[in-house]
């Protein structure tokens, strides 16, 4: 098993920047790719960004103004949000996947975090 935990989450004013970061512990050495996810009220959990190796995915929706970043040495992953406008507001959640290879699917993912809300004011 692996055990994900977020930390980074608040609110922020629309053009402001927060910065989430997950640690994993237990199995890690199982972990191809770790990302994030969001989920907004009343609609379904989507893809932000994941990271394996040197192959990394954005969602249209944040490229330019998110980056992520890994550091295998110490198991974390963290998700630089920049130019953060009110429809970033979800809760945020990381996830870490098994499979090899890279994928923007959910069912791809094997173990979630319990999720941070961030929320973006106009």
């Known amino acids: 098993q692996v055990q994900l935990v977020e930390s980074g989450g608040g609110l922020v004013q629309a053009g402001g920047s927060l910065r989430l970061s997950c640690a994993a512990s237990g199995r890690t050495f199982s972990v191809y790719a770790m990302g994030w996810f969001r989920q907004a009220p009343g609609k379904e959990r989507e893809f932000v960004a994941t990271?394996?190796?040197?192959?990394?995915y954005y969602a249209d929706s944040v490229k330019g103004r998110f980056t992520i970043s890994r550091d295998n040495a110490k198991n974390t992953v963290s998700l630089q949000m920049n130019g953060l406008k009110p429809e970033d507001t979800a809760i945020y959640y990381c996830?870490?996947?098994?499979?090899?290879?890279?994928?923007?699917?959910?069912?791809?993912?094997?173990?979630w975090g319990q999720g941070t809300q961030v929320t973006v004011s106009s």
């Open positions: 996830a870490a996947s098994r499979s090899i290879g890279t994928s923007t699917a959910k069912n791809r993912y094997d173990y």
């Open positions: 990271k394996s190796g040197t192959i990394t």
